[in-house]
């Protein structure tokens, strides 16, 4: 009897058994990041995307700088220079507030570098309520600000890869 006889279909029945298993592996891991970003995009994403939608440009509108002339007061400036503001504090404290509740629902779906940047807004707004200064304030909305425009990005990237064809 010939040994090629049972070696080549023994060879041949390894050799489809690891290519059906690695093609398996492949697909399975392309179905659960595909599960994935599904999840992100309509549980999470969605949302912060309409935030940013509504509110980036009036965000963006609401900066101004008072000069430093305007601050006079018996006779003296009570300012070292310009002081930079935002418009309506309280408005924009309710937004993040909002937002707030939206991604501690959903935080565990948040991108990594997304999360640093809304954890340096959080830790603003607590030095700000320690401290009570101005200057953070601005700082605060300033990230807020670039948060919308990050999520802007990243909800683009997320779209194109979900429906990105197989």
């Known amino acids: 009897m010939d040994w090629y006889l049972i070696v080549i279909p023994v060879v041949t029945t390894l050799f489809t058994y690891f290519s059906l298993y690695l093609k398996e592996a492949l697909q399975h891991k392309k179905e659960t990041q595909r599960t994935i970003t599904e999840s992100k995009l309509v549980e999470l994403y969605n949302q912060l995307f309409s935030y940013s939608l509504k509110y980036t440009d009036r965000l963006d509108k609401s900066f101004y700088t008072v000069p430093q002339n305007l601050f ?7 300012s070292d220079g310009d002081v930079h503001v935002v418009n309506d504090p309280e408005y924009w404290d309710g937004v993040i507030d909002e937002i707030r509740c939206k991604i501690h629902e959903k ?8 999360l640093e940047v809304w954890h340096q807004l ?11 200064e101005l200057t953070l304030n601005v700082e605060k909305y300033k990230l807020l600000l670039e948060f919308f425009k990050i999520i802007q990005r990243k909800y683009e990237r ?3 890869e979900y429906h990105a064809k197989d």
């Not at 006079?72 to 009570?78: A, H, I, M, R, S």
């Not at 830790?123 to 009570?132: A, D, N, S």
């Open 72 to 78: 006079y007061l018996d006779g003296e400036f009570t």
């Open 107 to 114: 935080l565990h779906l948040l991108d990594h570098d997304d």
């Open 122 to 132: 959080e830790l603003l707004e607590l030095e700000e309520k320690w401290t009570k």
């Open 158 to 160: 997320l779209y194109k």
